[in-house]
């Protein structure tokens, strides 16, 4: 009899339990593919008493997950509870320094302590696998660090939160204003404990560092990332972003520069025909460019007990048939700090701006956007019934910069109500 990989779970919520059932169900079926029986030994949560829906007396109970990274019968912690600091930090050190392998799903904890932790396991002679930590199901860091691995990536481009995608789709499917569909997500548990990971685009900035790390062979930057979120989206800019033949995406961008690394996740409009712009629901999508392999696109399930545990246990696997692959596919030590670089290449802008509705306020703003070097490629009034005017224009290609700048110079001008909502068109 081959020795078993035996397990320590530390959660035993959504994810956790989506693994306990797939160890428990799938016995056979990971011995096969492995090569020797993966088993859990020992488990913890906060709540003992809780009914999760599974059978968990045939494994040992530790109130403190710290106690059970450490436990003797524990090969493999697989850290399931979430949070950047605390318990899950202090467990995964433990385990670590206890000499055994490391299995989580917690991309903020990576995004935070990442390079400190791939360099701990490291030194330990250890690994620490995050699949299920970027695009729940879809197996992108595997297929980065290993299928991809011949490639100079040129750019890494996604849709990586699938509450926002879900947000987004509905409210254009559906015509609601966001507040509806934000109350609706809610209500359905879709959202984080705290919604501004998720609508402020921090979850999926998390997500988009640990990918930028793995493909341009650079330490986690998170603090490099540009962060934007969904909130100030209006039901008014999907349907004229629709109306131009676009989507709005929260998208996620990674590309090496000759200035450094730029990471953006920011609202974009997308066009409405490409793979990017016909994600539904909490689907997610990410984009791989390689100078060999040209594109790769993968897409699945972004979250769910399912798909993420389905990840988790691929991690599994893959220690339990003796692979041993750096954190960050490549040696911790080796990982080039980054050199953040603002994202600044040229991109047709979507404005959306309110303006007092009087005579030469139109003028004044186009005047700005020309003493800026900004031409119009399209502008259009809308309807209104008030004193304040909606109106959308979209530009030729042009910098963040310049826009930046420019919406600068139109909070000068008086015509103004409010700041504009500026959305980059992404060629995809
Ligand atoms: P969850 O449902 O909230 O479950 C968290 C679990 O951790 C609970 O069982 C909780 O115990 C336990 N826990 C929390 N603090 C603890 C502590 N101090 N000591 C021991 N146990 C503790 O979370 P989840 O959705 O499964 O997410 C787990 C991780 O996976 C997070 O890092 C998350 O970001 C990541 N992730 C989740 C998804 C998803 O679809 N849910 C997708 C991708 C990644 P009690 O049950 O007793 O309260
Ligand atoms: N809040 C995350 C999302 C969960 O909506 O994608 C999966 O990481």
């Known amino acids: 009899m081959t020795t078993p990989l035996r397990l320590g779970i530390a959660g035993l919520g959504t994810v956790g339990v989506g693994v306990v059932k797939i160890v428990r169900q799938k016995a056979n079926l990971l011995a096969a593919r492995t090569g020797r029986p993966v088993v859990i030994t020992a488990v913890s949560a906060r709540s003992r008493d809780k009914d999760r829906g599974v059978n968990l007396n045939d494994y040992a109970w530790e109130d403190d997950p710290v106690a059970l990274a450490k436990r003797d019968d524990v090969d493999v912690f697989v850290e399931l509870m979430g949070g950047h600091e605390g318990p899950a930090k202090d467990a995964i050190e433990a385990a670590i320094a206890s000499g055994k392998d490391v299995v989580t799903?917690?991309?903020?904890?990576?995004?935070?302590?990442?390079?400190?932790?791939?360099?701990?396991?490291?030194?330990?002679?250890?690994?620490?696998?995050?699949?299920?930590?970027?695009?729940?199901?879809?197996?992108?860091?595997?297929?980065?660090?290993?299928?991809?691995?011949?490639?100079?990536?040129?750019?890494?481009?996604?849709v990586m939160n699938g509450t926002c995608n879900y947000i987004l789709t509905r409210m254009q499917d559906a015509g609601l204003p966001y507040e509806e569909v934000f109350a609706e997500a809610d209500a359905l548990g879709y959202l984080e404990a705290d919604p501004n990971l998720d609508v402020g685009g921090i979850d999926a900035g998390h997500k988009l560092s640990l990918l930028s790390s793995i493909a341009f062979g650079t330490q986690v930057d998170f603090d490099g990332v540009e962060l934007e979120g969904i909130q100030r989206i209006s039901i008014e800019d999907i349907k004229q972003a629709e109306d131009l033949g676009y989507k709005i995406k929260l998208l996620g961008v990674a590309q090496m520069s000759g200035r450094g690394l730029e990471q953006r996740m920011s609202p974009c409009l997308v066009p409405a025909d490409s793979p990017l712009g016909q994600l539904k629901g909490g689907t997610n999508m990410v984009v791989i460019e390689g100078d060999a392999v040209e594109q790769v696109v993968l897409r699945g399930p972004g979250a769910g007990e399912g798909p993420t545990?389905?990840?988790?246990?691929?991690?599994?696997?893959?220690?339990?048939?003796?692979?041993?692959?750096?954190?960050?596919?490549?040696?911790?030590?080796?990982?080039?700090?980054?050199?953040?670089?603002?994202?600044?290449?040229?991109?047709?802008?979507?404005?959306h701006l309110t303006l007092l509705d009087r005579p030469g306020a139109l003028a004044k703003i186009a005047t700005v956007l020309g003493e800026n070097g900004i031409s119009i490629d399209r502008l259009r009034q809308t309807r209104h019934d008030d004193a304040n005017a909606p109106v959308l224009i979209v530009t030729h290609k042009t910098q963040r910069s310049a826009i930046d700048t420019a919406i600068d110079a139109m909070a000068e001008t008086g015509v103004m109500v409010g700041a504009p909502v500026a959305l980059r068109i992404e060629s995809v």
């Open 105 to 158: 799903a917690n991309k903020a904890l990576l995004a935070h302590h990442g390079q400190a932790i791939a360099e701990a396991a490291e030194d330990a002679g250890r690994v620490v696998r995050f699949e299920a930590a970027v695009a729940g199901g879809i197996p992108v860091i595997k297929s980065l660090t290993e299928g991809l691995a011949g490639n100079d990536i040129t750019r890494v481009m996604g």
């Open 309 to 351: 545990a389905s990840a988790v246990m691929g991690d599994v696997c893959d220690i339990a048939r003796g692979l041993r692959i750096s954190t960050f596919g490549a040696p911790a030590k080796g990982l080039q700090k980054a050199k953040t670089a603002k994202s600044n290449s040229p991109a047709a802008f979507y404005l």
